[in-house]
């Protein structure tokens, strides 16, 4: 398929710039597959569309605030680290810009020397292999000195870093947020629960490969970046019993959409285990778990896009960014949502 036929206009101002103050009070698009319609609702109406046994799967990764603001050590030179995935306890795989600072064996300190890093290599997509020097534990420097990496068409400054959490993230790992969740609060969770649908938790790291374009004419030629995953069998087993009584699985977001296609069978049951997943899904892809999906409005010619467009059809989706733009819809991370069913 040619990348082209995933291309929208977007008018900027419909850029969602900051989150909305409560999260279950943005807009849901509501996209039948069956009848081909349209609602419009809000998003706490979202339990009149969930069913008893239903099983609801959310992605419980943390962001990490991976975004670190340096100088090189000899020379003062300014420096940008966003940290991609840890490889072993202190070394990680990083982006750096400018990266014609970053050459193997350059220092650079961040935070007033609290914490330094020396490069060790290259990496195949023009990051850099890392090894960091610190006192203390990681993870606490890292929340006192690191920013949100927030996506760069988002302008305004993030106030408050937990909105750019889900309520339920608990897994620190990702270097983006699994948006499609952010809509969730506490209180329409419970009642989600006490409606009789099953919530279960899964993990994917999110990488900032989420946010790259197709670069590529033929979009069956796009690599796929590799991002960590994990299923509890707790997960799995609750998944499976949905799935044997004939009821519903709706994955909360694109993350949670590839882990369930990634560890499924033939048959659409899921087995517990972690690793790594470039599961690539674009139209043509038979899904084998997914029955429905809860996802933000997502960047022209992006692999998220191809996903949604795969589970519902092309023209379908692309009506329906139509219409959110008509509407006026806010548009990305902290923008509106769609429920598809």
């Known amino acids: ?37 349209f609602e419009h609702r809000i998003f706490e109406n979202i339990t009149e569309y969930l069913e008893e046994g239903d099983c609801l799967v959310l992605n419980d990764t943390r962001v990490m605030p991976a975004r670190l603001l340096g100088v090189k050590e000899d020379t003062g030179g300014k420096i940008e680290f966003v940290l991609l995935k840890r490889i072993k306890e202190n070394t990680w795989e990083v982006l750096v810009k400018p990266g014609r600072r970053a050459r193997i064996g350059s220092v650079f300190v961040f935070g007033d020397g609290r914490l330094r890093a020396k490069v060790l290599d290259f990496t195949d997509a023009g990051g850099r292999i890392v090894e960091f020097y610190y006192d203390g534990i990681f993870e606490q420097v890292l929340d006192e000195l690191g920013q949100m990496p927030v996506p760069p068409y988002i302008k305004k400054e993030l106030k408050d870093k937990e909105r750019y959490q889900t309520v339920y993230a608990r897994n620190p790992g990702s270097a983006a947020a699994p948006t499609a969740g ?42 796929m970046h590799h991002e960590y995953f994990e299923v509890g069998s707790h997960a799995a087993e609750t998944i499976n019993r949905a799935k044997e009584s004939g009821k519903r699985v709706i994955a909360v977001g694109t993350t949670s959409t590839r882990t369930l296609e990634t560890v499924a069978d033939q048959n659409g049951f899921v087995k517990s285990g972690s690793g790594w997943t470039d599961l ?11 029955d429905g999906m809860v996802t933000n409005f997502h960047l022209p010619e992006s692999t998220l896009l191809m996903l949604v467009s795969a589970f519902a059809g092309r023209d379908l989706i692309m009506a329906a960014y139509r219409e959110a733009i008509d509407k006026r819809y806010r548009f990305y991370s902290f923008g509106d949502a769609m429920l598809i069913i």
Do not use: W
């Open 182 to 223: 952010l809509h969730f609060t506490e209180e329409l969770l419970r009642k989600i629960e006490q409606n009789g649908v099953k919530i279960c938790y899964i993990t994917l790291h999110v990488g900032l490969g989420t946010f790259r374009p197709v670069k590529v004419r033929n979009i069956e030629e796009h690599k």
């Open 280 to 290: 690539f899904i674009y139209p043509g892809y038979r899904f084998k778990v997914v």
């Open 1 to 37: 398929m040619d990348v082209k036929d995933f291309y929208y206009e977007l008018p900027e101002e419909l850029i969602a710039q900051e989150p909305l103050e409560k999260r279950d009070t943005s807009r849901l698009m509501v996209v039948k597959r069956d009848t081909r319609i």
